[in-house]
């Protein structure tokens, strides 16, 4: 089956710990997506990249870091310098491509990765 | 400015009834994007619908129907005969063209379907 995975589900982290969030796609996009969901929020996008070894800062990037050494993957660190980082996390997918498009594509999301801190 | 307001908090109905979600945009481009997520209790976002700012048709699909007005900037989606399956927070979102794929979300409306 084509789609995005995260892991881990649920996620407990101490104060003063890094931690690392999956996302993993099959749907052969060029594009992913972080947003963070606090309750009764909408989504918030934290990083973003439209291709292999790039990636832009969101809204909301600080206390926040990424890599997207390979196509498929795009994974997200929470690190000690996030003073709220009890949320859930939510990955996403676009078809993407090059800069300079005329349309914008539709996103597509993981199931999400529910981080509490300790 | 990108902005999306979803000013119903919380809906409750019950079965079979009529429901409908409003969705208020800002933007200044007069190129854009406007989408419509449903997530369920399990968390992930399903995708609903999407469209762009050139095409003002009214969409139906099954019991869903969006009614897209430029001219109060709106995109009003409405559930027909609502089921307890529709229980689920759904959300409004923008894109303009200018800023790529970036994605800016309505708080959401929570859509509380009793039996």
């Known amino acids: 089956d084509g789609g995005i995975t995260q892991s881990p589900k649920y996620l407990f982290r101490k104060e003063g710990q890094n931690v690392t969030l999956s996302c993993e796609q099959n749907?052969?996009?060029?594009?992913m997506y972080w947003y963070r969901q606090d309750p009764g929020q909408g989504l918030r996008l934290i990083y973003y990249?439209?291709?292999?070894?790039?990636?832009q800062k969101g809204d909301i990037a600080e206390g926040y870091s990424v890599s997207r050494e390979k196509k498929e993957s795009f994974p997200l660190t929470v690190t000690s310098a996030q003073k709220n980082p009890t949320a859930f996390y939510l990955c996403?997918?676009?078809?993407?491509?090059?800069?300079?498009?005329?349309?914008?594509?539709?996103?597509?999301f993981g199931p999400g990765t529910r981080l509490t801190v300790l | 400015a990108q902005k999306v307001t979803q000013a119903q908090t919380e809906i409750s109905v019950v079965e079979k009834e009529d429901v409908t979600l409003d969705c208020v945009y800002e933007?200044?481009?007069?190129?854009?994007?406007l989408f419509w997520y449903k997530q369920p209790p399990s968390g992930e976002l399903v995708f609903l619908i999407r469209?762009?700012?050139?095409?003002?048709q009214n969409e139906i699909s099954g019991r869903y129907s969006w009614n897209f007005q430029k001219s109060t900037s709106s995109f009003n989606f409405t559930i027909t005969a609502s089921q307890v399956v529709d229980s689920a927070v759904y959300f409004c979102?923008?894109?303009?063209?200018?800023?790529?794929?970036?994605?800016?979300f309505g708080a959401g409306t929570i859509l509380r379907v009793k039996s």
């Open positions: 990249s439209q291709i292999v070894n790039d990636f």
């Open positions: 996403a997918s676009s078809i993407g491509g090059t800069s300079g498009s005329t349309s914008t594509d539709t996103q597509y």
């Open positions: 469209r762009n700012s050139f095409d003002e």
């Open positions: 749907l052969n996009h060029d594009a």
């Open positions: 933007t200044r481009d007069t190129t854009y994007y």
């Open positions: 979102a923008l894109s303009e063209l200018k800023y790529g794929n970036k994605l800016v």
